[in-house]
């Protein structure tokens, strides 16, 4: 299949800078070449262009209630993101975005919920489930899940909520960090939690076989959401937002291969990103390294 990848240098949702070049260390880390090695053919579409707003205010622009920092610039790009996503798909072709932050999740999860309904997988240590009334950051990189379901203020916009993707067809797999108020919502919700200490009593692998059970129920195709910092900070260093307790090396891979397979038998897979990768955090680009090499085992690559 033809993979295409989307760059989204994109830093207005995350608390640091630097998470802008995560694309560029991406590719440096042999990308395409470990694409090809999964069988897969890669098509590099560069980077979408970012807003600059280094002479901006970062409140400006206030949605309704709350608080969510450079919105304007998040909303401009995710945008974008959505339209080369849905554009990709329309061609026959795979879309492989490449964060920047997490905020970019909002395009892709758009942009693959136009024309399907669509299912996702939640890599993350973080719930990602903030709205800006309950934000305690303000980061729009901790709320794409909540903007993608149209919770909060982001239920009055037209540009967040992904059309055709229910709450019911989202799993979580290695949550470890959940803040207040997330987890009101989290209770609320119907989207289906599998933390760390699933990972811990049932193996990875089993995890992510009944997460895909959830987000191929009643759907067209899975969406997969690869946030580095899912992995536990000793293995991926180069993350904004770090939090101890993530997936080894030999668990992510794992769970990426787990997710191959079924691909291989049932093809669910329809759009992925990869975010949060920050190489002025990271130690000798290990991080991105790590992010090509699962993007590889997604796409189906084996040792032998
Ligand atoms: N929950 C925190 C917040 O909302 C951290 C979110 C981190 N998200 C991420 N995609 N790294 O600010
Ligand atoms: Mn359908
Ligand atoms: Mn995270
Ligand atoms: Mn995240």
């Known amino acids: 299949r033809t993979v295409r990848i989307i760059g989204a240098p994109m830093d207005y949702g995350a ?146 909520p992904a059309p055709r993707l229910r709450a019911s067809s989202i799993a979580y797999v290695g949550l470890r960090s959940i803040d207040e108020r997330e987890r009101e919502l989290l209770r609320e919700s119907e989207l289906t939690v599998f933390t760390m200490s699933d990972i811990d009593q049932r193996g990875v692998s089993s995890v992510v076989e009944d997460a895909l059970s959830v987000a191929t129920d009643g759907t067209d195709g899975v969406h997969v959401s690869l946030d580095l910092d899912w992995l536990d900070p000793k293995t991926a260093p180069g993350v904004g937002t770090p939090v101890r307790g993530g997936v080894t090396y030999r668990e992510a891979h794992a769970a990426l291969e787990a997710l191959s397979r079924r691909d291989r038998a049932d093809n669910i897979l329809r759009s992925i990103d990869v975010v949060e990768v920050n190489p002025i955090l990271d130690e000798g680009n290990e991080t991105a390294t790590l992010a090509a090499e699962l993007t590889a085992s997604a796409f189906g690559k084996r040792i032998f």
């Not at 694309?23 to 560069?46: Q, W």
């Not at 707003?53 to 909303?75: C, H, I, S, W, Y």
């Not at 950051?137 to 919770?151: D, E, I, K």
């Open 15 to 160: 608390n640091r800078r630097g998470v802008d070049m995560g694309p560029s260390a991406i590719r440096y880390a042999d990308l395409a070449d470990r694409l090809g090695e999964a069988g897969v053919e890669p098509i590099d579409d560069g980077d979408l262009s970012m807003p600059r707003a280094e002479e901006r205010d970062p409140d400006a622009d206030q949605p309704t209630r709350g608080n969510a920092k450079f919105l304007r610039e998040v909303e401009d790009v995710c945008r974008r993101v959505s339209d080369r996503v849905a554009a990709t798909l329309a061609d026959g072709e795979f879309p492989l975005v490449l964060g920047g932050d997490h905020s970019v999740a909002i395009g892709s999860l758009a942009g693959s919920a136009r024309e399907a309904d669509l299912g996702a997988i939640w890599f993350d240590a973080h719930a990602d489930l903030n709205t800006p009334e309950t934000s305690p950051s303000g980061n729009v990189h901790g709320m794409p899940l909540a903007a993608a379901l149209g919770y909060g203020a982001f239920g009055e916009t037209e540009w967040a």
